[in-house]
């Protein structure tokens, strides 16, 4: 089974992410900051991250820089609601240049999370260990 590790600081993005996903066969495990996100890959095997941007404490940017270094093995989408740096620079094209795989602008369908889902896990092995 594949565990894919959600990433939002509001808990009803990570209730609707959760209730998207929940008719495929995943693990899912949630995290409400990059500081929790970046705890929770040091002890459990995961597949995919799906993480937001602009979270408090560590945002998404500095969460997928820190994981395609350290677990390089992680695919990442990451996913906002728009925003950017000084108006010049949107962060899921940032999100993009540093390591995500995939990006998804909010509000996204059942059907877009699922086929990016499935995308980014094509290929992968799976590993059952925590």
């Known amino acids: 089974m594949f565990r894919i590790l959600l990433v939002d600081d509001e808990p009803s993005v990570l ?3 959760k209730n998207m996903l929940e008719s495929d066969d995943y693990e899912i495990l949630e995290a409400n900051n990059g500081v929790r996100a970046r705890a929770i890959c040091e002890t459990s095997s995961i597949h995919l991250i799906i993480t ?5 404490e560590k945002n998404g940017i500095d969460l997928i820089l820190e994981i395609k270094k350290e677990f ?3 695919t990442i989408i990451a996913i906002s609601g728009g ?3 000084e108006g010049r620079f949107n ?9 995500a795989q ?9 059907s877009e999370l699922r086929d990016a889902t499935h995308s980014a ?3 992968k092995e799976v ?3 925590i």
């Open 121 to 123: 896990l094509q290929g």
């Open 15 to 17: 209730e609707m992410l």
């Open 91 to 99: 962060y899921l094209d940032i999100a993009a240049l540093v390591g």
């Open 72 to 74: 390089p093995e992680i």
């Open 127 to 129: 590993v059952t260990s």
């Open 102 to 110: 995939n990006i998804l602008r909010k509000p996204f369908s059942v």
């Open 83 to 85: 925003g950017g740096i």
């Open 52 to 56: 937001d941007i602009v979270m408090p």
